[in-house]
Antibody, heavy 116, light 107 residues
Framework: QVQLVESGGGVVQPGRSLRLSCAASGLTLSNHGMHWVRQAPGQGLEWVALISSDGSLEYYADSVKGRFTISRDISKNTLYLQMNSLSAEDTAVYFC?????????WGQGTLVTVSS | AIQLTQSPSSLSASIGDRVTITCRAS??????LAWYHQKLGKPPKLLIYDASILESGVPSRFSGSGSGTDFTLTISSLQPEDFATYYC?????????FGQGTKVEIK
């Protein structure tokens, strides 16, 4: 049974950094592309980033390019999102999700609040 | 970036109604489109991928159609558990944008 569990969210001051984790079980990250998607409070879904199944390719939304980095640790079967230079506009629930044409498995999300 | 525009933004419907939601892309995306629904406080759930392929375990009352720029999600007979917000997402080019969502409410 596939399970994705995000962690690492919390309250952070503007300009600071945070790293989110997504621990995967029931699947092997090296076999799948993985995404981060976020949702600001009361708003719609925003695609954030993708890492390819072989880990060689990364893609980002324009709103996070140059500030966020997606990565993974195959030995830990864990996906990461390093977020730097955070601003209030980055406040959202962050979901990790598995790629399969659509995104077929999602975690429950972790809330990031950027506030002074 | 490819923009996806859903219509309507919200709708009210009754149990048993046939419901149709459309998603229009700002440029052609072949059949690289998925549909999700999301209930409050939960992650989205994949319903349809590749525009018309029903995800495993999703009830057959859901169907998708379209290619190019115009896509449709149809619920043939609305059930109580279908009241949610629906999103389309394109997978043709990065960034993999979502539509703004369609909220389906009880009439």
């Amino acid at each position: 049974q596939v399970q994705l569990v995000e962690s690492g969210g919390g309250v952070v001051q503007p300009g600071r950094s945070l790293r989110l984790s997504c621990a995967a079980s029931g699947l092997t990250l090296s076999n799948h592309g993985m995404h981060w998607v976020r949702q600001a409070p009361g708003q719609g879904l925003e695609w954030v980033a993708l890492i390819s199944s072989d880990g060689s390719l990364e893609y980002y939304a324009d709103s996070v390019k140059g500030r966020f980095t997606i990565s993974r640790d195959i030995s830990k079967n864990t996906l990461y999102l390093q977020m730097n230079s955070l601003s209030a506009e980055d406040t959202a629930v962050y979901f990790c999700a598995k790629d399969y044409g659509g995104l077929d498995y999602w975690g429950q999300g972790t809330l990031v609040t950027v506030s002074s | 970036a490819i923009q996806l525009t859903q219509s309507p933004s919200s709708l009210s419907a009754s149990i048993g109604d046939r419901v149709t939601i459309t998603c229009r892309a700002s440029q052609g995306i072949s059949s690289s489109l998925a549909w999700y629904h999301q209930k409050l406080g939960k992650p989205p759930k994949l319903l349809i991928y590749d525009a018309s392929i029903l995800e495993s375990g999703v009830p057959s009352r859901f169907s998708g159609s379209g290619s190019g720029t115009d896509f449709t999600l149809t619920i043939s007979s609305l059930q109580p558990e279908d009241f949610a917000t629906y999103y389309c997402q394109q997978f043709t080019s990065y960034p993999y944008t979502f539509g703004q969502g369609t909220k389906v409410e009880i009439k």
